[in-house]
C-alpha cells in the first residue's frame, strides 16, 4: 500500500499513548486549581469510620422490567416490585405487571410503569411501620428526568390539564392507590387513549396524529408516577431513604466530576461519610403538584475498600440522625452495599429466561420481519 506524501498513516497506539495523559488529566485532576479546590471540601467535609446503628426494623423496595418485540411494532412488558422487610421474621412480597404496548419511546414508559409499582409497594410497606425504608435510586432524579421530564419537554400544551382531569373522572379511582400501574393497564390504557383522542380533536379542530395521541398517553403515565411520589414523600417523613449505587449528580460539589467520581478518588479506603447537605425536591410546574420536600444529600463508604453510595434522606437529617442510619446499614452491609436492597433486588429481578417463558406461555408467534426469507 502506498501511502501518500504529507499525508499521517498512524497506528491506534500512537495515537492511544498521545492522548493518555490528556484523558487522565481531564478525568482525575488531582492538582491545579479545580483537584487542590476538590481536596479541600474532601478533607473539611469527610466524616471518617462509621459505628454500628441499632435500627433493627429495616425494609427496602425494589423494582425491575423487561421488554421485547411481540409483533411488528408492538412491545410486551413485564415490571415486578419486591418488599423485603427483616422483623423477628423476615417479610417479602411481589407484584407483577404484565402488559403489551406500541413502541413509541417504550423503555422510557415502561420505566415510569416499574417507578410507579416501586411507589405503591412503598406505599404499602409504610403498614408495616419500618424504622428505615430504603429505596433504589434517587428521589431527585425521579422527579428530574432531563429531557424525558416529559415528551413536551419543560413546556406542556395547554389541552393536557384538561385531559387529566377528563381521565381521573372517567377512571373513578385515585391514581395513587393499588399496587398496579393502572395508565398501563390494558384496558384502562385503550380508555385514555379514547379520551386523548376525543379532547385532543376538539382542541385542534381535526383528528389528532398518531404521535400526538401516543405523546399524551406517555406524559399521563408519568403523571400517575409523580402523584404516586408526592403521596409517598408526604406520608412517609422521617424513614424514606434512596441509597444510589450510581449516580452522575454534580450537587454537592459542583464539580466536572460527578460527585460519586469525586468521592471515590479523593477520600481514603475506610468507611466514612460526607456531612450532610440539604436541597430541595420540587415538582415541576406541568405536573400541578405544588408541595416541596427537604432532602438531606450525604455519599457514604460503608465499609473499607468499597465503592460509595449516595444517600438521600427524606426531610433534615442531622449529622447524629445520619451515623445512626449509616451504621445500621454498615451494621447488615455486604460489601458495602445494604443486605435489604439487595435481597429485594434479587426477588425483583426479571431476566432473558422469563421474558421467554412469557412469550411461549402467551402463545403468541414472535415476528422478527425475516419469516420470508425463511429465517
Same mark, same amino acid.
Given at each position: ?9 498512524e ?8 492522548a493518555?495523559?490528556?484523558?487522565s488529566?481531564?478525568l482525575?485532576?488531582?492538582?491545579g486549581?479545580e ?19 441499632k ?15 411481540l ?10 416490585a419486591?418488599?423485603f422487610?427483616?422483623d ?5 412480597g411481589?407484584k407483577?405487571q ?5 413502541d413509541y419511546h417504550?423503555?422510557?414508559?415502561v420505566?415510569?410503569? $416499574?417507578? *410507579? #409499582? ?7 410497606? =409504610?403498614e408495616?411501620e419500618? !424504622?428505615? /425504608?430504603?429505596?433504589d @435510586? ?9 429531557l424525558?421530564?416529559t415528551?413536551y419537554g ?11 382531569r377528563?381521565?381521573e373522572?372517567a ?8 399496587l398496579l400501574?393502572?395508565?398501563h393497564?390494558?384496558?384502562i390504557s ?6 386523548v383522542?376525543s ?13 400526538e395521541v $401516543?405523546? *399524551? #398517553? ?7 408516577? =409523580?402523584?404516586?411520589?408526592? !403521596?409517598? /414523600?408526604?406520608r412517609? @417523613?422521617?424513614?424514606?431513604v434512596?441509597v444510589?449505587?450510581r449516580?452522575g449528580?454534580r450537587l ?11 468521592v ?5 479506603l ?15 410546574e406541568y ?10 444529600l ?7 475498600a ?7 434522606v427524606?426531610?433534615d437529617?442531622d449529622?447524629?440522625?445520619l451515623?445512626?442510619? =449509616?451504621?445500621s ?7 458495602g ?12 429481578k426479571?431476566g432473558?429466561?422469563?421474558m421467554?417463558?412469557l412469550a411461549r406461555?402467551l402463545l ?12
Amino acid at each position: 500500500m502506498v501511502v501518500e506524501s504529507g499525508l499521517p498513516f498512524e497506528s491506534i497506539e500512537e495515537a492511544l499513548i498521545e492522548a493518555r495523559s490528556r484523558v487522565s488529566s481531564f478525568l482525575f485532576p488531582k492538582s491545579g486549581v479545580e483537584g487542590d479546590a476538590l481536596l479541600s471540601v474532601i478533607r473539611r467535609e469527610w466524616r471518617s469510620g462509621i459505628g454500628r446503628g441499632k435500627m433493627e426494623r429495616i425494609a427496602a423496595v425494589d423494582g425491575s422490567n423487561n421488554s421485547d418485540y411481540l409483533t411488528l411494532g408492538q412491545v410486551i412488558f413485564v415490571v415486578s416490585a419486591s418488599l423485603f422487610m427483616k422483623d423477628s421474621e423476615p417479610v417479602i412480597g411481589r407484584k407483577y405487571q404484565i402488559g403489551v404496548m406500541d413502541d413509541y419511546h417504550y423503555r422510557e414508559r415502561v420505566s415510569f410503569c $416499574r417507578e *410507579t #409499582m416501586e411507589i405503591k409497594m412503598a406505599l404499602r410497606s =409504610l403498614e408495616l411501620e419500618p !424504622e428505615i /425504608l430504603l429505596m433504589d @435510586g434517587s428521589f431527585l432524579a425521579m422527579v428530574d428526568r432531563g429531557l424525558w421530564s416529559t415528551p413536551y419537554g419543560q413546556k406542556v400544551p395547554y389541552p393536557m390539564r384538561r385531559i387529566l382531569r377528563e381521565v381521573e373522572s372517567a377512571l373513578g379511582v385515585d391514581l395513587t392507590q393499588g399496587l398496579l400501574s393502572h395508565t398501563h393497564l390494558m384496558d384502562i390504557s385503550s380508555m385514555i387513549e379514547e379520551i386523548v383522542t376525543s379532547v385532543l380533536e376538539d382542541e385542534k379542530g381535526r383528528p389528532p396524529e398518531r404521535d400526538e395521541v $401516543r405523546r *399524551t #398517553m406517555a406524559f399521563i403515565e408519568r403523571y400517575e408516577m =409523580l402523584s404516586s411520589l408526592n !403521596e409517598l /414523600l408526604r406520608r412517609g @417523613g422521617g424513614i424514606l431513604v434512596a441509597v444510589a449505587k450510581r449516580s452522575g449528580s454534580r450537587l454537592y460539589f459542583n464539580s466536572r466530576l460527578p460527585d460519586m467520581e469525586v468521592v471515590r478518588r479523593y477520600t481514603s479506603l475506610e468507611s466514612g461519610y460526607l456531612s450532610p447537605k440539604s436541597a430541595e425536591l420540587r415538582f415541576p410546574e406541568y405536573s400541578g403538584i405544588e408541595d416541596t420536600y427537604r432532602i438531606t444529600l450525604t455519599y457514604a463508604r460503608l465499609e473499607r475498600a468499597t465503592n460509595p453510595l449516595r444517600v438521600e434522606v427524606l426531610g433534615d437529617a442531622d449529622e447524629s440522625f445520619l451515623e445512626e442510619l =449509616l451504621g445500621s446499614l454498615a451494621r447488615y452491609s455486604v460489601r458495602g452495599y445494604p443486605y435489604h436492597l439487595r435481597r429485594v433486588h434479587e426477588l425483583a429481578k426479571i431476566g432473558r429466561d422469563l421474558m421467554s417463558h412469557l412469550a411461549r406461555n402467551l402463545l403468541v408467534p414472535e415476528v422478527s420481519g425475516r419469516e420470508r426469507i425463511g429465517e
